[in-house]
Structures are given as C-alpha cells and as structure tokens.
C-alpha cells in the first residue's frame, strides 16, 4: 500500500491517495486512519460520523467487487466559506456483471428526487432478497447526506462521494 | 420459563451477548460490525426470532451502546430480521438502545423503524 499527497489540487486540509490491492481487513485500520486524520478539522461528531460511513461503503465496495490487483482511493477535505467539504473517490476494476449492476443502481439513485426515499424503497425490496445486500451505496447519500456520481473508464469503476461535513472547521 | 437456547457469539472486535429476563431478552452487541461480522449477525437474528417462537419472548432489545459501526450487509441482516417478523403470525416488539454519542446509530435506525413503525422503537441510553 502506498499513500502520498495529492499535490495536484489546491491546497487541503486533507488530501489523502491510496493506491492498493484492497482486503477486508484493510477496512477498520483505514477508518481509524480517516478519523484521526479528519477529526482534527471537523467540528461536529455527526460530520465525522457521516463522512467515516461514506468512507466505510466504498471502501467495502472495492473489497467486494473490484477485480485485478490496484484499486484507488482519495479523500480531500477542504476549508470552503460555505463549510468543510470532503471528496471521497474509488476506482476500480469491474467485472462486466458488475459494472452493469453498478451503473443500474447508481442510475436510480440519480433519477430519485428524495435519497431517502429511494433508500426506504430498496430496504422494503431488499427484504424479499435475502442473498443480496444492495443497500450500500444508496445508504451514501441517505444517510451521508453526500451526492454520489460515477464515471467508467473502459472497465474501471470510478465512484465520488462529496457533500459538506461540517458547517464550520474546528479552530 | 424455558431456558435461553442462545449463547454469545463472534471473536475479536465484534460479539453480541443474549440476556433473558422475564420475556424480554436483551442483546448486547460490541465492537464493529464490518464485513467479518455480516455471517455472524446474519445467522444469529435468524436464531434469535426462532428463540423468540419458542419461548413466547414479547420484546428483543439490541443494545447497541458499544457498537462502534455497522455496514450495509450487516444493516441488511436487521432488514431481513424486522421483516420476518413484521409478516410472522406471532409478532413481538423491537427496540434498539443507541448511544447518543454514535451519530451514525440515530440515522441508520430510524431506517429500520421507517421499515416497521408498529414493530420497531429506538431509545436512546446515557
């Protein structure tokens, strides 16, 4: 695993990329990574909180799904007038199945007006199908209060994450 | 009253232990609930609403106070859970206790209770 500053965007107050061949057990240590690199500057305990999910969801994704050795992932958290807003990003490669999943479900969950909405539909869907979470990445947006978008690259998967984290950075 | 068929189960960094007292048993899940969790949790809810048949429990509560974090898969297992009960003859009442200092805890519950309004109840303890 290596990580190095993103030196390409403007300044940050956490610029974080991680290039690596993902695990399960990469997941906590890496959380645990992100709080203490972020609580510095986010000052409410529900922005952490909500930025970690996020976090944890992709992560878990690109455990779950990525096929080939290297994955990607990014954090940049960045001081705006407006407040405190985080970046996350993954890229990975994807198996023709599941990119197809994929882009279905980030599809719906662009088209739906409410993400919580949407969010309580796939529960009530997901119940019947017990073999399948699916509630991953929908969980971003309902619960992170973060706007999901995705791009593909041939057959990588790249999947952002951004929203506010706090009103204000912690002095 | 019959005796707890369930025991505590999972290993390091995520356990859940049962307690029944009168017909209300009680949960206590430590730790992270992340992928090495999702069988466990999966599995021992299915336990659980059996246990619950058996005995005639009328409340399970989840303390979930110490439990750090819960992924997706795990979230489903409750979803799978609530909704076996929701469309079981034999219903009884669930309630999450939260830790207030958890945030996360607040916004993926009322999910559940969203599910399940007549069914499921979140508290939260100090």
Excluded at chain 1, 4 to 30: E, K, M, Y
Excluded at chain 2, 20 to 45: I, K
Excluded at chain 2, 83 to 106: C, G, H, M
Aim: glycine share 4%.
């Amino acid at each position: 695993m290596t990580a190095v500053d993103d030196v390409n965007d403007a300044p940050a107050l956490v610029s974080l990329t991680l290039s690596f061949r993902p695990q399960a057990t990469q997941i906590g240590p890496l959380r645990t990574l992100l709080a203490d690199l972020c609580k510095p500057h986010v000052a409410d305990a529900d922005g952490l909180s909500r930025l970690l999910l996020a976090a944890h969801e992709l992560l878990e994704n690109i455990v779950k799904y990525s096929v080939g050795e290297v994955a990607e992932f990014h954090l940049r958290l960045e001081a705006k007038a407006t407040g405190l807003l985080v970046r996350l990003r993954t890229k990975n490669r994807a198996a023709p199945e599941r990119m197809a999943d994929a882009r279905w479900r980030l599809d719906a969950l662009a088209a739906a007006r409410d993400p919580i909405a949407h969010y309580d539909e796939l529960i009530r869907e997901s119940a019947g199908q017990r073999d399948v979470s699916g509630l991953g990445l929908a969980r971003i947006p309902a619960e992170s209060e973060m706007a999901l978008f995705y791009a593909t690259e041939q057959d990588w998967l790249i999947l952002t994450a951004e929203g506010k984290a706090s009103e204000r950075v912690s002095q | 009253m019959s005796e707890l068929h369930l025991t505590a189960v999972g290993g390091e960094g995520f356990q859940v232990t049962p307690t029944l007292v009168d017909f209300n048993l009680r949960l206590v899940f430590t730790g992270s609930g992340d992928m090495n969790a999702t069988a466990v949790v999966h599995e021992y809810l299915k336990l659980v609403h059996e246990e619950a048949l058996r005995i005639g429990l009328s409340q399970v509560s989840c303390d979930f106070k110490q439990l750090t974090f819960m992924n997706s898969s795990c979230f489903k297992s409750f979803v799978v859970w609530i909704d076996t009960v929701k469309n079981s003859e034999i219903r009884y009442q669930i309630a999450f206790l939260t830790n207030p200092n958890l945030p996360w805890q607040r916004r993926s519950l009322e999910a559940l209770r969203r599910l399940a309004a007549n069914l499921v109840t979140i508290e939260t303890i100090a």
